[in-house]
Every structure is written in C-alpha cells, then in structure tokens.
C-alpha cells in the first residue's frame, strides 16, 4: 500500500490518490518559488554536512554524497561499510563497492515505469528487486548489476506489494496488500531464482481496511529460522502479524497510530542470541501518519519477547512520523528516519535523541558506517565511531 491509501488494492483510488498528490506537490513547488530567493533548492553541496538542530549532538551530522539520480529511492541493502545497493523510481538501481565514494548506476533495461521499493542484496555482485505499484516484477542480477533476469511477475492491476526479507542465502519472503480479505505471500527456497505464491487459504487474514506500506521495504522480518513478521496498517488497528495472529485478526496489535494512513511503516530486529533462539528477539515498530509527520504520538513501539507484547514510546521518542528503522548487529544503536528527520536510541528503543533535521525514506546499518537514502535521489552516510560503547 502505499503510504496513505486507505483502499488497498483498488486501482481506481490508486490512480486518483497520485493524481492528487501530484497537483498538490505542483501547487507546493509554486509556493516554493514564489517564497524563495531564486536559487536552485535542490541542489546539493556535498562540501557540507546536514546538521542536526539546537538538540543534536554536533558530531552526529549526516554527510550527504554527491547525487547521481533524480529517482526517489526507497530500497536500501548494506552488505557492509563497502558495499551498499539501493533502487527506486524509473527501475533505478544503484550500487557501491567503495563505501560510498563511487555509486555505478545499474538499472534494471526496460523497468523505466517501474519503481523498485525494496532491494536484497547478498553480495557485490548478487541481489534481488522488487516493484511496488500495480503489479509486481522480481528482478534478480548475478554479475553487480550488468545484467538483470525477470525471475517473478504479476501484472495484475490489484497486485500492489510492499516488501521482502530474505532468512539466509536460499529461503525468503514478499508480501502484498490483501485481495479478497488476505494478504498475498510469496516465498522462495532457491535464493529468489523461483517465488511460489502461498495458498489463498493459508496467507493471513486482513482485518478491513488494512494493508502494509511500501515505504522502505521495511514491514517484513526474518530471523534466521525463518519465521516472519509483518507490518500492517491503515484499519482500526496497527498490527504485527506473526504465525501466532497469521490467522486471527484480534492479535498481534501494537499500540501505534492507527486508521487511514496510519499504522506501522517499518521494523527493525535484534536478536540477543546469535542463534536466533525462538521468542527473545527484541523489536522495534515504528511509523505515525506520513501526512501529519510532526505528530509524535504513538509512533515508535518496542517488544522484548519477539512480538508478544509492545510498550509504546511514551517520552522522549522519534520526534514524528518515521518511515524507516534500523538497529546494528550488535544491538548498539538504532536509528529511525522520515520526513521531517532522523534520530537514534542507544538502548534499542526505549529513548530516542535527534539527529538531524535532513528527510529521508529509509536507513540500514553496517558495521561502523549507517546510511541513508530519500527523495531525488538523496543519498547520505553516518560514520558510527562517536557512539560511546556501553557500559
């Protein structure tokens, strides 16, 4: 779904909530230039940091790199501090081997209509998009990118699909707004080679209204055995729906924001366990209203035990609607984006300080490097070294 509809799956509102939205952001850009100085905006100084606020710690800046599309880019995979993809709109495909320095742009030939919301990439030269809109195209690349092989399609108009995760080098998952009450699923055993479609009878039931966010390729978690957990929104309730709720609507809710355009936009999981040992993972749900984004209430939740019950941030939490969280392997750090900013939490979720006022679609983290990617094209990196280890 994408942010804000509140009829999933419904080409019609589809059509009409972009044309909507694209004469709304042309009466924006006239107020812009009516208001401005004359300048181009837009453009980027990749001389200067993007500085966090009168909160902000003063190293915690975000270094903004040189901008080699106008694509929005919401997909984002951090292999490590080196090798970083990212996709979006017009098929756009991105990719780094050099931490950041030189970005190669990789697109996928004959996608240009297409817009690529979620990435996977195992490798430098291995990884997987997906497309989000009416519809749905997997393409899967083996060689960094030089050429792309159509590995999955729907091209069902009510086909709108959100995101996915992969466990391990071979199993992985995508979900898709429900049609006639569930959500769609697909999964592969073969490392993306060949998706299956789970029954109709066996995918989960939606409550009314629901559906997930495309907003970062974010609503969907693995761990390592390969159980999921998936992120809704958009109906009474913001929900997480994990093999326990799979079937009954009236579990999993998080207590988020919910209603139209409203609910959770991304997860992030940590596991205390490097052997992922079942009910300890420790998640983080975040989200809000991407049309009320300075609003911070009920947007950021954590759970302890994997899921089986949520404690909304109350205080001191992300400062409005997020669209993108991430934590680090080593459970370190997490760091929320959106809109109207970004900030991180040392202690997986529970406080949240700012970071910068810079907007952004979606984060991931590496080893010592965090990044993050947004609206044309923006791309920007985060060096991890100022974060004093824990006690």
């Known amino acids: ?22 004469s709304l952001w042309f009466v924006f850009l006239l107020f812009v230039a009516a208001c401005g100085s004359g300048s181009d905006q837009s453009a980027v100084d990749t001389s200067k940091e993007v500085t966090g606020g009168p909160d902000s710690l003063e190293s915690t800046n975000w270094e903004l790199l040189e901008r080699v599309t106008r694509a929005h880019l919401r997909g984002l995979s951090v292999v490590n501090d080196n090798t970083v993809w990212a996709s979006g709109t017009g098929g756009s495909v991105l990719r780094t ?9 990789v697109a996928v030939p004959g996608a240009e209509k297409l817009d690529f919301r979620d990435i996977h990439a195992w490798d430098s030269q291995r990884a997987i998009v997906m497309s989000s809109g009416e519809g749905v ?13 159509l590995v999955y399609q729907d091209k069902r108009t009510e086909v709108f699909f959100d995101a996915l995760d992969f466990a391990n080098a071979q199993n992985g998952m995508a979900y898709g707004d429900p049609i006639n009450g569930r959500f769609q699923v697909l999964t592969t055993q073969d490392g993306g080679l060949n998706w299956q479609p789970m029954e109709q009878g066996r995918s989960p039931l939606a409550q009314s209204g629901s559906g997930g966010f495309a907003a970062s390729g974010t609503g ?29 609507t009236n579990l999993g809710i998080v207590p988020l924001r919910a209603g139209g355009g409203s609910g959770i936009y991304s997860m992030a999981m940590y596991s205390p366990d490097q052997t992922t040992v079942a009910g300890q993972e420790v998640l983080i749900a975040i989200g809000g209203n991407y049309l009320d984004s300075t609003n911070t209430d009920s947007v950021c939740a954590y759970s302890r035990d994997a899921g089986a019950s949520w404690n909304t941030v109350v205080e001191q939490g992300p400062r409005g609607y997020r669209s993108g969280v991430a934590i ?17 939490s040392t202690d997986l979720g529970i406080t949240w300080h700012p970071l910068g006022e810079q907007g952004f ?12 990617t947004g609206r044309f094209g923006i791309m920007a990196r985060l060096t991890l070294d100022w974060i004093a280890p824990k006690p």
Do not use: H
């Open 1 to 22: 779904m994408k942010p804000g509809s509140p009829f999933p799956g419904n080409p019609t509102w589809v059509r009409f909530n972009r044309a909507l939205k694209s």
């Open 97 to 105: 081997i050099d931490g950041g320095q030189n970005w190669q742009l």
């Open 137 to 149: 195209f997997f393409y899967r690349t083996e060689d960094g990118g030089a050429t792309w092989a």
């Open 220 to 248: 969907l978690l693995l761990n390592s055995a390969g159980q999921p957990w998936i992120a809704t929104g958009g109906a009474r309730y913001a929900r997480v729906i994990d093999p326990i709720s799979w079937q009954d």
């Open 328 to 344: 680090s392997d080593d459970g370190q750090w997490a760091l929320c984006v959106g809109r109207t900013g970004s900030d991180y």
């Open 361 to 372: 679609y979606a984060c991931a983290i590496g080893k010592n490097t965090a990044w993050a």
